[in-house]
């Protein structure tokens, strides 16, 4: 039996089973437990005073880059970034080099992860290498262990198979989870459409090529009655075209990123190569209709995009930057400022970073219930830090935020019961 861990005199905020007040946490053999009338003598005790005591959160969109490109990030260092963040679950893309398509790669990537420290969760292709022809084996897929299937990174262009893919994935119970891009709108864009890229004299992707693409994803949601998840939502028009589908009853969840309802196009201003991405930075009335969204129930998570790259693929020209930024160290921060501002409350961040993301994946976590898994975040939202290069623990440093301020941080990460990040004073 390994020892009781006693997470003392924090603010326990658990949305699922409507609890928010303070009091103390008991843990034992990796599961939550009930509080016993006296602790063990080798009881392990963590004061949290201040702080809040919330379920591991879960980023359900990453990029570990491993295998093929282990140079950007591995899923040991991405774990580590995750657990620094507050994170004790992520699910990954399958864009990495062989995609993964096959079992032999989703059993690869478990197998690395099981060292690691966050659970990872893999994403399969929902078409062969993601090359948007034929479509991936789920069954074989699901069997290894993946969650949900994805062309992340591309869109699946044709209508037809990824109205099959849909069909298909129903099937197996997997979801499906949308890249929505018109790439006849955005091909060889580089920012958003407008006058900042006029300006900047820079090739610009339309609100449209986001919007269209959304639009067919709930048409044929409503045609096939399948889950569709869309993820990294940036604008305006296709916040709209989701919270309408929600009220018709399709059967649609929707994430949305910090860097969304943090910045605008105007952090491109000085090219730099860091505020480049897929989908871009908007403008300020888009960000403003994506706080609008995590407010009102449009947008069901929040999930970072983290996309590690060297400096091999960002001190580069800005055309030919690679698009992407990291997001598991500044995600938690970026999102209690929307509480501070008073756009969200407590309880709706622990539902769009950790209960959501369960829900949707179909994964353990969510909870704080007696018997449930030791997935526990501890958070103070008063912790000041400067996110500087020499502090960030992903391998690579590609963010926009770097030497911002930040206020709140994860203090203690549990995953399982293992302390797998501590900065508690």
């Given at each position: 039996m390994s020892k009781t861990q006693i997470i003392q005199n924090g603010r326990i905020i658990d949305p699922v089973n409507g609890v928010d007040h303070c009091d103390d946490l008991w843990l034992r053999d990796g599961r939550i437990i009930?509080?016993?009338?006296?602790?063990?003598?080798?009881?392990?005790?963590?004061?949290?005073?201040?702080?809040?005591?919330?379920?591991?959160?879960?980023?359900?969109?990453?990029?570990?880059?491993?295998?093929?490109?282990?140079?950007?990030?591995?899923?040991?260092?991405?774990?580590?970034?995750?657990?620094?963040?507050?994170?004790?679950?992520?699910?990954?893309?399958?864009?990495?080099?062989?995609?993964?398509?096959?079992?032999?790669?989703?059993?690869?990537?478990?197998?690395?992860a099981s060292q690691g420290a966050a659970r990872v969760y893999p994403v399969g292709a929902i078409s062969k290498g993601s090359g948007?022809?034929?479509?991936?084996?789920?069954?074989?897929?699901?069997?290894?262990?993946?969650?949900?299937?994805?062309?992340?990174?591309?869109?699946?262009?044709?209508?037809?198979?990824?109205?099959?893919?849909?069909?298909?994935?129903?099937?197996?119970?997997?979801?499906?989870?949308?890249?929505?891009?018109?790439?006849?709108?955005?091909?060889?864009?580089?920012?958003?459409?407008?006058?900042?890229?006029?300006?900047?004299?820079?090739?610009?992707i339309p609100v449209a090529a986001e919007?269209?693409?959304?639009?067919?994803?709930?048409?044929?949601?409503?045609?096939?009655?399948?889950?569709?998840?869309?993820?990294?939502?940036?604008?305006?028009?296709?916040?709209?075209?989701?919270?309408?589908?929600?009220?018709?009853?399709?059967?649609?969840?929707?994430?949305?990123?910090?860097?969304?309802?943090s910045l605008t196009e105007e952090a491109v201003a000085g090219y730099d190569t860091n505020a480049k991405m897929n989908p871009p930075l908007r403008t300020e009335a888009d960000r403003q209709a994506i706080r609008q969204g995590l407010q009102d129930g449009t947008f069901d998570a929040i999930a970072t995009d983290h996309a590690p790259h060297s400096v091999l693929e960002k001190q580069v020209e800005f055309?030919?930057?690679?698009?992407?930024?990291?997001?598991?160290?500044?995600?938690?921060?970026?999102?209690?400022?929307?509480?501070?501002?008073?756009?969200?409350?407590?309880?709706?961040?622990?539902?769009?970073?950790?209960?959501?993301?369960?829900?949707?994946?179909?994964?353990?976590?969510?909870?704080?219930a007696i018997g449930s898994i030791a997935d526990i975040t501890v958070i103070d939202p008063e912790r000041r830090f400067c996110f500087t290069k020499e502090k960030i623990v992903s391998k690579s440093k590609n963010s926009p935020f770097l030497d911002w301020e930040l206020q709140g941080k994860a203090v203690l990460t549990v995953c399982g019961g293992r302390i797998t990040h501590n900065e508690l004073s």
């Open positions: 009930a509080p016993e009338s006296a602790a063990p003598a080798d009881a392990l005790y963590y004061d949290a005073w201040g702080k809040w005591v919330t379920p591991g959160l879960i980023d359900m969109h990453v990029h570990l880059r491993e295998p093929g490109e282990e140079y950007k990030e591995t899923i040991a260092s991405g774990t580590l970034a995750a657990a620094a963040g507050g994170f004790t679950a992520v699910a990954c893309m399958p864009n990495t080099k062989p995609v993964n398509d096959t079992a032999a790669v989703t059993r690869f990537i478990i197998e690395q948007g022809v034929g479509l991936a084996e789920y069954g074989e897929l699901k069997a290894a262990g993946v969650v949900a299937v994805s062309d992340d990174g591309q869109p699946v262009l044709d209508s037809q198979l990824m109205r099959r893919a849909m069909e298909y994935a129903a099937g197996h119970n997997l979801l499906v989870i949308s890249h929505a891009e018109e790439l006849a709108l955005s091909r060889n864009g580089v920012m958003n459409e407008g006058v900042v890229s006029t300006r900047l004299g820079l090739r610009g919007a269209i693409m959304v639009y067919r994803e709930l048409a044929l949601a409503e045609l096939t009655g399948h889950h569709i998840h869309i993820a990294h939502v940036s604008t305006a028009a296709a916040t709209d075209l989701i919270r309408q589908a929600k009220k018709r009853g399709v059967r649609v969840t929707a994430e949305t990123a910090p860097h969304y309802f055309d030919r930057a690679a698009n992407g930024i990291i997001g598991l160290e500044t995600s938690l921060p970026l999102t209690l400022a929307l509480v501070r501002e008073g756009v969200i409350e407590a309880a709706r961040l622990v539902e769009l970073m950790s209960v959501a993301p369960a829900r949707i994946l179909g994964v353990p976590g969510g909870s704080l």
